[in-house]
């Protein structure tokens, strides 16, 4: 086994452990026993996959060291126990995704590439059909003008801050090169942070009361179709069950009992054909909106936090450098998504944020310098 094998080995044989102990914490957070027992065995494929690469690179003389779940697998565990498995569910599937490529291109690993695709496909099931937890409407109510084909209610929180601190840190270095008062960028900033954050519940709001009205007229189509078409809406039941894999005698079966019962039947194709909960109806618009209004005010107040005590060049040291921290951890809270090194994104996030109060400072200070003499 040459170098690159080996690096490439010892690679997959830690994220196999890191699923396996991602799993085993899905399996003890899940509420549905089904659900969880799913995820056992889960992680009892990914331990398979271990206990494979563990052979091989002994075979090849390569001592084995002592496992230890990474940064990412704890967090993401933390917060499955914390705030709900369907929160990091979209996470683990883009892993998955990421492994079955991999595995297509490593030599004798067919079989592991079929199972991570088989996890993905059983995820997205999950992510379709689970309930309780933090899933459906909790999810909308986070998300927001953040969804994304991947998203999630994690996301939309970093996200979030991540807009109050950029956007609030580049004002007041904005105003801070104009060499204004203290209380001026204060009460600039200050004023900054209400009307982000006012904005972006307003967009939250907006967002959520139109997808529950939307939902609310499908709803309504499904039951009048319900009421004067049932066989139709029986054919349509009984072709999402065959797509799923269902026997179509048995998928058919199953549509005739649901739509026999008019109530039943309006739930069940409002969750598989809208991919909503009607007692939920994608969440709500209060909710999203103050959820929105605390997220971005979180970010927003770092680089304000320093001019309450401070004044001139202290105030922009140590503005900056709380920001610096703050760019930082949001970073790095962004490798949960994307599992790239935490130190690259962490700095990246930095020179980003500082690149743009940078533009901000520089265009206060021309324009503080000609207007005042």
């Known amino acids: 086994m ?4 080996k690096n490439a080995a010892l690679a997959s044989l830690d994220d196999e452990l890191n699923g396996a102990y991602l799993y085993d914490a899905l399996s003890q957070a899940e509420k549905d ?10 992680a009892d494929v990914e331990r398979k996959h271990a206990a494979e690469w563990v052979e091989r690179l002994k075979a090849s003389g390569v001592p084995m060291r002592e496992f230890r779940p990474s940064w990412r697998s704890r967090t993401l565990a933390w917060v499955a126990r914390h ?8 996470t683990i599937m883009g892993d998955e995704r990421k492994d079955t490529q991999k595995y297509a291109h490593l030599p004798g690993s067919a079989g592991m590439a079929a199972d991570e695709s088989s996890h993905n496909r059983l995820l997205s099931q999950v992510v379709r059909t689970m309930k309780g937890g933090m899933e459906g409407g909790a999810l909308a109510q986070l998300e927001g003008r953040h969804r994304t084909g ?4 994690l996301r939309a929180a970093v996200l979030g801050a991540n807009d109050g601190l950029v956007s609030i840190f580049s004002l007041v270095m904005g105003v801070a090169g104009a060499n204004l008062d203290n209380k001026v960028i204060l009460v600039t900033g200050f004023a900054g942070l209400l009307a982000g954050a006012i904005s972006m519940a307003l967009g939250e709001w907006l967002s959520v009361q139109s997808s529950r009205e939307l939902y609310q007229h499908q709803i309504g189509i499904e039951k009048v179709e319900v009421a004067t078409a049932p066989e139709e809406e029986a ?13 179509r005698e048995e998928a058919q079966r199953m549509a005739q009992h649901i739509i026999s019962d008019p109530a039943s039947a309006l739930e069940t194709l409002a969750r598989e054909e809208l991919n909503v909960d009607p007692s939920e109806l994608g969440g709500s618009a209060w909710e999203a909106a103050f959820t929105s209004f605390f997220l971005f005010s979180l970010g927003a107040i770092i680089p304000i936090i ?68």
């Open 306 to 373: 320093p001019y309450i005590f401070l004044t001139g060049p202290s105030g922009i040291a140590v503005s900056m450098a709380f920001s610096a921290v703050g760019l930082f951890v949001v970073g790095a809270a962004i490798t949960l998504f994307t599992g790239r090194s935490v130190v690259y994104s962490g700095f990246r996030q930095v020179l980003f944020g500082m690149a743009a109060a940078g533009v901000t400072y520089g265009i206060g200070h021309l324009i503080g310098t000609n207007v005042g003499g």
């Open 235 to 247: 054919e349509e039941l009984a072709l999402i069950y065959e797509a799923r894999g269902v026997p």
């Open 2 to 5: 040459d170098e690159q094998m």
């Open 33 to 42: 026993p089904r659900l969880a027992e799913v995820y056992r065995r889960m």
């Open 83 to 90: 705030m709900g498995v369907a929160t990091v569910l979209p």
């Open 150 to 153: 991947g998203g999630n209610a």
